[in-house]
């Protein structure tokens, strides 16, 4: 078992909802050196999922996702989790739909009720101003995919061109690809790499868009990709002994 250590030994306030149904069970108080496997248990109890088939998300407060907890044996404040942020449990819940008589007449509840309710996934949303209720958010991802399409629709096919990844080495290749991707959001590049630095050959999820070798094909952003005068880097072999 590999080895963690707590950055902090403080507790942590989340909020909790589930893949069930929109209610939201409010804000929960756990220690960050409790390991995933004992948050589970104790989200079991909660949820009514089961501990041993959930899968737990971290979602932040603009509705994206950070990580997944998916290794029990790690300790909660191993996962960079914040006061605030959302665990989202995705499970059947077998033990909660065990109490579920099909027999039974269900109570709906009218949209203008449900609207008032303040203990669901909408009304803890609404009042942290998150996801689709964020309207400077939203503003901020259409401006941004604007942006994406401009740049892409002016990347010429066939130039060369600089590759910029946070994290990642500066790459030099030449672009092959310009526009949407099926299955990803927003505008792409696609890129052949001068080296085999890339992720694929060209192809996502069996769809090809571009031809290149394996490993020297990538799709990144046009935020990413600067085109210019940037030749193929050769290599003098007699230079090293």
């Not at 449990?89 to 009218?110: H, P, Q, T, W």
């Not at 400077?136 to 060369?160: D, H, N, P, Y």
């Not at 099926?182 to 590049?189: A, K, N, T, V």
């Not at 080296?195 to 090809?208: A, F, M, R, T, V």
Request: hydrophobic share 30%; aromatic share 10%; charged share 25%.
């Amino acid at each position: 078992m590999a080895d963690y250590t707590v950055i902090t030994s403080d507790f942590i306030n989340v909020f909790i909802s589930t893949s069930n149904d929109d209610i939201s069970f409010g804000e929960k108080r756990f220690p960050k050196d409790l390991t995933i496997s004992d948050l589970k248990a104790k989200l079991e109890l909660m949820t009514g999922g089961n501990c041993s088939t959930m899968q737990v998300e971290v979602y932040d407060k603009d509705n994206k996702l950070v990580c997944s907890l998916n290794d029990d044996s790690a300790l909660l404040g191993s996962y960079p989790i914040e006061n605030g942020m959302r665990l989202h449990v995705i499970d059947k819940f077998s033990i909660r739909n065990e109490l579920n008589f099909g027999n039974v007449e269900k109570y709906e509840m009218a949209p203008e009720m449900y609207a008032k309710r303040s203990d669901t996934v909408r009304a803890f949303l609404i009042k942290n101003k998150m996801g689709q209720y964020n309207e400077e958010c939203i503003q901020k991802k259409q401006k941004q995919e604007e942006e994406e399409q401009k740049l892409a629709e002016t990347t010429v096919i066939g130039s060369r061109c600089k590759v910029s990844v946070p994290n990642a080495p500066v790459k030099l290749g030449t672009v092959l690809f310009a526009g949407t991707v099926e299955g990803l959001s927003g505008h792409w590049i696609g890129v052949k790499y001068d080296e085999p630095l890339g992720k694929n050959d060209g192809s996502y999820k069996g769809k090809e868009y571009f031809k290149c070798p394996p490993n020297y094909g990538a799709f990144v952003k046009p935020q990413s990709v600067l085109c210019g005068n940037f030749p193929e880097e050769t290599y003098d072999l007699n230079e090293e002994i």
